[in-house]
């Protein structure tokens, strides 16, 4: 359970004052706002507020394009467009601020995307919570020995029992420690900015992040992303699934132009050429090194 | 009237529009939505969509201070504290977006404020309309005789009519010949991306212009000063009102700590220091250069 | 000849004065310091300063990715790779300043890249040269009859002619008249921040443009590319031809997979697999608008 | 010993290799190049390169401002008046790149400061070093009584020791533990993006940090603060010195005008301007809270 029972009070409480706005509104976002979305075994993405829809985006790519752009017949179409040509500032129109709660180490990947804004919960003021983050059993990977980036199959057995008692443990032993240390209980106590340090990555945080849709997309291609870590996917996921909501036009030609799409280099492009007029390529008369051949064997199924 | 008729029944229809929302509502700031502001002599400010109020920017920095800041009693002490300590990630939780209309020449100052998303109209693809700025006779200033970056008093007279007639004349005679290039009535018509060349800098264009709370705050104190050209002033002075409706609370704040304030260097609050003690201080014994200490002496009053 | 003869001398100064440093020197562009490269009438391109080289970019991603990029042997194959997997932070480790001579209504496209530093001479403070940009004859494209966005073939004969007369007379006129009328013989002279207003978008400005190579290569790809205003792309291609002789992996890895690679979607990638399969596919059968199935066609040539 | 003998030999590798160059030369920052600064128990500020001095910061103002700057005669000056007046362009026009190694949980304080370039060791790729930072006892300071953010003194006796051992012992066991889940001896061995989260926030890491000369002044006013945390605080000391060094005259100003100088509020300045005429000015009549009326008092010293 990602909320306590008070927490969530203050969740319907939010949820039960509906006023009046002239301002554009999502009714796929409405149904989101507040709710907290579980993720991991203790973490959550909230919806905090958004600004926008599909049709600011057009909005503000006909203020761009005038005239130009009433070729264009409806706004699924101009949605496309923008997309397919790398037009990011109408998507830059809308915003969206998230409530999340999430694994330091997480958190220390996220904040790699620096267009965003950032408020977080501060450990030199406040007490950080006895939660972390215990992989469930299958996500509990070893380290692919093919090459650095992966993960292999998951541990099974003993080594999967051993690493998670170390987990759990360490996590405790470090917490109760933390407390120990901070405690004014016949003591002076640590500083809290301190004491925090003997704290594991895999403790809990939270944030408020707020992020303009063109950036969140970029985001969301690279930590959607089969290659990227599980534990920061599994937040991008629970995104993707507000998005769709959200900004339901812009959301398919994300899906169909970025995630699902492939860019290729002017070596792969011309060897799909030699391909399509019947001839034999091969990685040795590619142009291309072994790595690069593999993957452009990936691209094409 | 920055409106045309066509427009302002737009407006209106937008204006008549209320949904219900569970989003944080800005009642001050729904008053504006769409209203045109009108600005100069053809330009205009509208506010079309905003994120959060002032409740918003201490929800956030509860979040990031928890227990920290619950000794600040209520909204408006902590907003204030904020202010007065630069926190500015708070203020970065809230977000506006305007329609603006301006001349070109303005336009290219405010661009140089990069922290902001930006669709403005087109002249590659779409046809500018024949509206230029024309200064009211009060505002033709002469070249400052005491700086290179002030303005001196009026010009009067036959060199005001003189300066008048220049910009009507040369505008609409440019602007002729930018659709007479264009046209396309028994010629090719010159390609719109290079006829706008030959329109001049007091052409009207037009964007929306989204920004955070904080990065909005900061054009204000910088584009609402004094020392910011007229021109430009009076677009941040129509905001500063918005923002004011907006966020009450952190505007006070803004013009406390921010417009209202100043920055002393170690210099100058040492000279403070030895005149409240007594002590006679003067431009010579001061430590500092008759620039500074003309400023310093403007800023004691 | 974008330089006066004092101009050059001061070159000629720069480029005579070299000291030892112990950071790291790019002999390519050592080369090009200082010396101004022509783009159009009357503008350059000039570097001014630059940090690192395509070592500093892998010294970057070595530390990382620690001994996880041992496996890659080279320095061109870790460029190559950082490039293909859209890892950006190496390339943001180089960074150059230029010092650009261009027309306003090309600033204002440029300006828009809003991740740079830029200082731009000062038309408030100080007085704009008379010079303007004159497309040459084969430059004086029409509109484009088959969409908004491109040029169509060059203007002839008398309306050509037309054309070039109007924007040397206006230009010069507007320039005689900014001139007349922040004179100050006889009169207090209109201050320089408004007199400005009257001068056209061809005239030359200048500033010094300093951005990381990641950014520089976003810039390139957009401004360099065919569908770009031709008098950008000029500027884009001088600047092409200086980061080729700065870094000169990266920028083959860039030319590889940015400028002649292509992003393909998801539908086109599936229609590309069904035809290597042998299958007939049409635009009808395709999923795709026939804009993108055009496009589509483009792309594979 | 921030560094290992492998690590000194490479830093005198570097320091022996001088080229020529064309580039602006700052003397007193070609003798930091390379060369490690100790910080804390295990951690550096190592100067990897830079780009201009504070000619080059003149150089651009005066680009800027053309004609209007020449009534400042020399460089100092001019600078002194550019960071007076906040013109922040001309200082973004220099550039430094670091490579530091720090505690994680200062990493993470130094991170929200979003503009600047960071290439960080990859613990999803490698393997982290047994290196923690343990406070010296003189800097075990206990949780301030008076407010939530400062540090009150040092603990002593028992207390300190007793943390000093959970420190230590907490640290080395979960180094152990993360060293004994990712062998493959035996085993698969876990992945160590997920074995990393075992690793308290003490644990050293490092990185390549790019930032220019304005955001690294703001970072340096923030963190070299009496009121930032020791941890980081150190670090900016350190870089501070480098500053000195490099660019004497902006930092000269920017200890006058910013980390010696104060911003007073409206309210503040009209009490100051009350004393000086001899008025009785106290907290209840001067229109602040307690907390404002005692900063107020601290900055009149």
Redesign the interface.
Known sequence: MPLTPDQQAEVDA??A?????????SPGM?KH??TAIPVLDHGFVRV?????DDA?IC???R???????K?VQNDE?LI??LM?H?HS??F??C?V?L?VKL???VA?QW??H??A??????A????LDREF?I?APEH?????VVN??G???A?EGE?AA??LE??KT??N??YD?YE???S?EG????????A???????IYT???W?V?LHNLLHFLR?RADAHA?YEIRVYADAICNVVADWVPFAYKAF???R???????????DC??R??KGEEVTQENSGM?K??WR?FMD???
């Open positions: 939010q949820r004052q509906a006023q009046p706005t002239l301002r554009a509104v409405e706002l507040y905090i507020d958004y600004m926008g600011a909005q503000a790519a203020v761009s394009y005038g005239k130009g752009t070729s179409g496309r467009y397919r790398w500032t109408p830059e129109m915003e601020k409530h694994p330091v180490f220390r904040i790699r620096r267009t804004n950032v408020n977080e919960y501060s030199r003021y406040s007490i983050y992989p509990l990977a070893a380290q692919s650095n980036q993960r292999g199959a541990l080594e051993r690493v170390i987990l360490d996590a032993r470090a420690h120990a240390m901070i004014q003591q002076l106590g640590l500083a809290r900015e301190l925090r340090m003997n704290l594991p990555a895999n939270q944030w408020y707020k303009d690279l870590q899906e169909d132009y995630m699902g799409g492939a860019t290729i280099s002017a070596t792969a492009l799909v050429r391909m399509l090194s790595g690069e993957e691209t094409l199924g």
